[in-house]
Protein backbone atom coordinates (compact mmCIF):
# COMPACT_ATOMS: atom_id res chain seq x y z
CA UNK A 1 0.00 0.00 0.00
CA UNK A 2 1.81 3.27 -0.93
CA UNK A 3 0.66 6.78 1.21
CA UNK A 4 -0.68 9.13 0.68
CA UNK A 5 0.88 12.20 2.24
CA UNK A 6 -0.37 15.86 1.98
CA UNK A 7 2.18 18.41 2.88
CA UNK A 8 1.29 22.11 3.71
CA UNK A 9 2.58 24.99 5.37
CA UNK A 10 1.40 28.61 6.38
CA UNK A 11 4.03 31.17 4.52
CA UNK A 12 3.37 34.56 4.79
CA UNK A 13 5.91 35.51 1.32
CA UNK A 14 5.72 31.92 -0.40
CA UNK A 15 9.38 30.93 0.95
CA UNK A 16 7.80 28.34 3.72
CA UNK A 17 5.49 27.40 0.64
CA UNK A 18 8.20 26.59 -1.62
CA UNK A 19 9.98 24.66 1.01
CA UNK A 20 7.07 22.44 1.44
CA UNK A 21 6.88 21.84 -2.38
CA UNK A 22 10.47 20.72 -2.64
CA UNK A 23 9.67 18.41 0.35
CA UNK A 24 6.15 17.00 -1.80
CA UNK A 25 8.55 16.49 -4.99
CA UNK A 26 11.32 14.80 -2.62
CA UNK A 27 8.54 12.25 -1.52
CA UNK A 28 7.34 11.93 -4.61
CA UNK A 29 10.92 10.96 -6.27
CA UNK A 30 10.82 8.43 -3.28
CA UNK A 31 7.85 6.34 -4.15
CA UNK A 32 5.24 8.66 -1.76
CA UNK A 33 2.00 9.98 -3.26
CA UNK A 34 2.58 13.16 -1.91
CA UNK A 35 0.26 16.25 -2.32
CA UNK A 36 1.36 20.01 -1.63
CA UNK A 37 -1.74 21.95 -1.10
CA UNK A 38 -2.28 25.78 0.52
CA UNK A 39 -3.26 25.68 3.95
CA UNK A 40 -5.89 27.81 3.22
CA UNK A 41 -7.69 25.62 0.94
CA UNK A 42 -7.95 22.21 3.26
CA UNK A 43 -10.88 21.81 5.16
CA UNK A 44 -10.36 18.08 6.28
CA UNK A 45 -8.14 15.41 5.90
CA UNK A 46 -9.90 12.64 4.65
CA UNK A 47 -8.04 10.20 1.95
CA UNK A 48 -4.44 11.27 3.80
CA UNK A 49 -2.06 8.63 5.13
CA UNK A 50 0.22 11.42 7.19
CA UNK A 51 0.16 14.96 6.79
CA UNK A 52 3.54 16.99 6.93
CA UNK A 53 2.97 20.71 8.53
CA UNK A 54 5.09 23.80 8.47
CA UNK A 55 4.92 27.27 9.20
CA UNK A 56 6.94 30.51 8.84
CA UNK A 57 7.75 31.72 12.01
CA UNK A 58 7.74 35.64 12.83
CA UNK A 59 8.75 37.01 16.48
CA UNK A 60 9.64 33.19 17.51
CA UNK A 61 6.27 31.48 16.51
CA UNK A 62 4.49 30.15 14.04
CA UNK A 63 1.80 31.86 11.92
CA UNK A 64 -1.57 31.69 13.28
CA UNK A 65 -2.95 29.66 10.57
CA UNK A 66 -0.82 26.70 10.90
CA UNK A 67 -1.57 26.87 14.70
CA UNK A 68 -5.18 27.27 14.17
CA UNK A 69 -5.25 24.26 11.31
CA UNK A 70 -3.22 22.01 14.09
CA UNK A 71 -5.79 22.68 16.83
CA UNK A 72 -9.40 22.37 14.52
CA UNK A 73 -7.31 19.37 13.14
CA UNK A 74 -5.52 17.61 16.14
CA UNK A 75 -7.79 14.83 16.54
CA UNK A 76 -6.97 13.66 12.86
CA UNK A 77 -3.51 14.42 13.02
CA UNK A 78 -3.12 12.59 16.54
CA UNK A 79 -4.49 9.55 14.64
CA UNK A 80 -1.83 9.93 11.56
CA UNK A 81 1.74 9.87 11.18
CA UNK A 82 2.80 13.63 11.35
CA UNK A 83 5.75 15.81 10.62
CA UNK A 84 6.60 19.61 11.58
CA UNK A 85 8.98 21.76 10.14
CA UNK A 86 9.57 25.92 10.49
CA UNK A 87 11.57 28.06 8.68
CA UNK A 88 12.28 31.00 10.15
CA UNK A 89 15.76 31.92 10.23
CA UNK A 90 17.60 33.78 7.94
CA UNK A 91 21.95 34.17 7.14
CA UNK A 92 24.48 31.58 7.45
CA UNK A 93 25.02 29.22 10.85
CA UNK A 94 27.40 31.69 11.58
CA UNK A 95 25.26 34.58 12.10
CA UNK A 96 24.01 35.20 16.04
CA UNK A 97 20.60 34.94 15.10
CA UNK A 98 18.84 32.24 17.42
CA UNK A 99 18.37 29.40 15.31
CA UNK A 100 16.41 27.89 18.07
CA UNK A 101 12.94 26.05 18.34
CA UNK A 102 9.81 28.55 17.74
CA UNK A 103 8.57 28.63 20.84
CA UNK A 104 4.97 26.66 20.23
CA UNK A 105 6.71 23.57 18.79
CA UNK A 106 6.30 21.67 22.10
CA UNK A 107 2.98 22.06 22.26
CA UNK A 108 1.88 21.75 18.49
CA UNK A 109 4.39 18.55 19.11
CA UNK A 110 2.24 17.32 21.52
CA UNK A 111 -1.10 18.31 20.05
CA UNK A 112 -0.46 16.04 16.93
CA UNK A 113 1.96 13.36 18.22
CA UNK A 114 4.07 14.58 15.79
CA UNK A 115 7.04 11.74 14.98
CA UNK A 116 9.52 14.75 14.34
CA UNK A 117 10.25 18.48 13.65
CA UNK A 118 12.89 20.25 11.95
CA UNK A 119 13.63 23.96 11.88
CA UNK A 120 15.33 25.12 7.95
CA UNK A 121 16.88 28.26 7.45
CA UNK A 122 14.54 31.01 5.70
CA UNK A 123 14.16 33.54 2.54
CA UNK A 124 14.57 37.40 3.54
CA UNK A 125 13.40 39.10 0.89
CA UNK A 126 13.43 43.21 2.14
CA UNK A 127 11.79 44.59 -0.93
CA UNK A 128 8.30 42.25 -0.17
CA UNK A 129 8.65 42.76 3.77
CA UNK A 130 5.42 45.30 4.68
CA UNK A 131 7.07 48.06 6.81
CA UNK A 132 6.63 46.92 10.76
CA UNK A 133 8.26 43.25 9.26
CA UNK A 134 11.34 45.52 7.61
CA UNK A 135 11.63 47.21 10.79
CA UNK A 136 12.39 43.92 12.97
CA UNK A 137 14.41 42.67 10.55
CA UNK A 138 16.24 45.81 10.82
CA UNK A 139 16.24 45.70 14.67
CA UNK A 140 18.10 41.97 14.49
CA UNK A 141 19.73 43.04 11.62
CA UNK A 142 19.17 40.09 9.37
CA UNK A 143 20.39 39.74 6.30
CA UNK A 144 19.02 39.98 3.22
CA UNK A 145 18.73 37.10 1.17
CA UNK A 146 18.22 32.88 0.66
CA UNK A 147 19.51 30.85 3.15
CA UNK A 148 17.58 27.87 2.72
CA UNK A 149 19.63 24.70 2.07
CA UNK A 150 17.79 22.61 -0.15
CA UNK A 151 19.99 19.57 0.53
CA UNK A 152 18.69 19.59 4.37
CA UNK A 153 15.35 20.07 2.98
CA UNK A 154 15.85 16.92 0.74
CA UNK A 155 16.70 14.70 3.49
CA UNK A 156 14.02 15.48 5.72
CA UNK A 157 11.86 14.11 2.99
CA UNK A 158 14.09 10.82 2.57
CA UNK A 159 13.72 10.29 6.19
CA UNK A 160 9.86 11.01 6.34
CA UNK A 161 10.07 8.50 2.78
CA UNK A 162 12.00 5.68 4.86
CA UNK A 163 9.81 6.32 7.84
CA UNK A 164 6.85 5.70 6.07
CA UNK A 165 7.57 2.91 3.77
CA UNK A 166 8.38 0.89 6.90
CA UNK A 167 5.11 1.26 8.34
CA UNK A 168 2.99 1.15 4.90
CA UNK A 169 5.03 -1.31 2.66
CA UNK A 170 6.22 -3.16 5.72
CA UNK A 171 2.72 -3.71 7.01
CA UNK A 172 1.28 -4.98 3.73
Known amino acids: MEPKVLVTAASRHQATHEIAEAIGAGLCERGIDAQVRRIAELTALDGYDAVVLGSAVYMGRW ?3 ARRFAQIHASTLSSLPVWLFS ?3 VG ?4 PIPAGEAA ?5 VRLTRARGHRTFAGR ?5 LHFAERAVARTIHAPDGDSRDWEEIDRFAGDIAAALHGAFVGAA
Request: proline fraction near 15%; charge should be negative.
Open 63 to 65: LAE
Open 87 to 89: SGP
Open 92 to 95: PSSH
Open 104 to 108: DVPVL
Open 124 to 128: LDMKH
